[in-house]
């Protein structure tokens, strides 16, 4: 069979690896001056409130690439910058790209990642307007920075939150936690084997979760189209328990949310049951689901409960009141912030 050509990026250096990766990108937002190709990008809002925000991955703590195609972790990457302009009531407007890669991958690779980065612009209406790029000893290193826009009294922030408030979310939970572990169980059954096959039949949800996540801006967008601006709002990314703790925190509130009413699709419950893990727990501590938790004032029930997509899970309280599951049996157990933790190891 003929071998995939190889270009190795040493023969290119950094400014021919960034001529290449960003040729023929075209800006499609008014508000896009200037884009790749000088010291900085030149944006333009007017009236508009701009909003910033930025992730970094990590080789080997953040994704695993024994599983990790390189053009789904590029849509991933861009997509949950898309999402915290989302969870602020934004729209992402641009984004800027800088890489660190090891001797390890070649010019091809970073095309592939580029691609998935590409796709995701080119799904969310975003633009590629700068970015850096360096040499890595530990593999790759993601950095993307989001820039979006939003109308100044429609942005929601994570300290809104009232007494009484419904607490809502989007689609539903612990799916993405899901294919991680099935990634990572079909990982270990591969180690050593040269003639392998992962088990991923009836699971493509999970992987799809984990692999392809979207940022909700269908949900942003319906929330506006009835008329509804949250008191608070923030994407799940380290899970419901931490996500909701923050909220609370910030807001000096307390919370009740009910297992029985947090969503949980079917194929996220059949792998928490073959791999005997609680499903519950899996669903509030997860993380990586990127829905949206928000919260809006008792009145506006009948209005967000017509939403397709949303759910109502519970409701705020006093501060007084901490913060709990109510179980199916009534009982209340105290939340806590178990989710992903980067710097814990």
């Known amino acids: 069979m003929e071998e995939n050509k190889r270009t190795e990026i040493s023969t290119l250096g950094e400014f021919g690896l960034i001529e290449r990766l960003t040729a023929e990108m075209p800006l499609v937002n008014e508000s896009s001056c200037k884009g790749v190709g000088d010291d900085a990008a030149v944006l333009h809002y007017g009236e508009k409130e701009t909003l910033v925000t930025t992730d970094l991955l990590l080789e080997g703590v953040h994704f695993d690439l024994t599983y990790v195609p390189l053009a789904h972790l590029g849509y991933k990457a861009a997509v949950v910058n898309f999402s915290d302009i ?31 980065i590409r796709m995701a612009c080119a799904n969310y209406n975003v633009d590629i307007v700068g970015g ?73 949800y999970l992987l799809e979760r984990q692999l392809k996540p979207e940022a909700r801006r269908d949900i942003v967008a319906s929330l506006a189209q009835a008329g509804i601006v949250p008191t608070a709002m923030m994407d799940i990314s380290d899970g419901l328990s931490s996500e909701l703790l923050h909220i609370c925190k910030q807001s000096n509130v ?28 899996a669903a509030l501590n997860g993380g990586e689901d990127y829905e949206l938790l928000f919260t809006v ?12 997509g949303v759910k109502v899970i519970g409701h705020m309280t006093a501060p007084s009141l901490g913060s ?10 105290q939340l806590r912030a178990q989710g992903w933790n980067p710097l814990s190891e």
């Open 86 to 116: 989302y969870a602020m009531n934004g729209t992402p407007k641009q984004i800027t790209v800088s890489l660190g890669v090891s001797k390890r991958f070649s010019v091809e690779d970073m095309e592939q990642l580029y691609a998935g």
């Open 132 to 204: 850096d790029t360096t040499s890595s000893m530990t593999g790759l290193t993601i950095s993307i920075t989001c820039i979006g826009e939003a109308d100044k009294e429609k942005i929601v922030y994570r300290n809104g939150a009232q007494e009484n408030d419904l607490v809502c979310v989007s689609g539903d939970l612990g799916a993405a936690y899901m294919g991680l572990q099935l990634l990572e169980r079909e990982k270990v059954a591969f180690a050593g084997q040269t003639d392998f096959t992962p088990e991923f039949g009836g699971k493509e």
């Open 254 to 281: 307390g919370c009740r949310v009910y297992e029985e009413r947090i969503p949980i699709d079917y194929q996220t419950a059949i792998m928490a049951e073959e791999l005997n893990m609680n499903l519950v727990t």
């Open 297 to 308: 004032p008792l009145s506006m029930h009948d209005a967000v409960s017509a939403i397709p």
């Open 324 to 333: 709990y599951l109510i179980a199916r049996d009534g009982s209340e157990i």
